[in-house]
């Protein structure tokens, strides 16, 4: 095999499967651009968890606080899992 051919050959099939800088640039680009989306988004909905969390610490707390001061009130369905 003449060795032009065998380099056109290696050369064609390289090519065929590694992408252009520009495509492989734009990938990576929104790549980043949706971890940097996700990001805020999460940013976004932690406050709001947070007082999720609060609340359901507060509303915890007054189980809590019921089944110490009227034990029977621990028997009831409400308080079982």
Known sequence: MPEA???DTV???VAE???ASAHLSDLLQSHFDRAARELKE???ALPALIAR???SDAALKGLYA???AVPEA???KNYQE
């Open 53 to 55: 969390k609060a609340a």
């Open 11 to 13: 050369t064609t099939a």
């Open 74 to 76: 621990a028997e009831e």
């Open 42 to 44: 999460s940013d976004a």
């Open 66 to 68: 019921t089944a110490r």
């Open 17 to 19: 499967r590694v992408p």
């Open 5 to 7: 051919l065998l380099d």
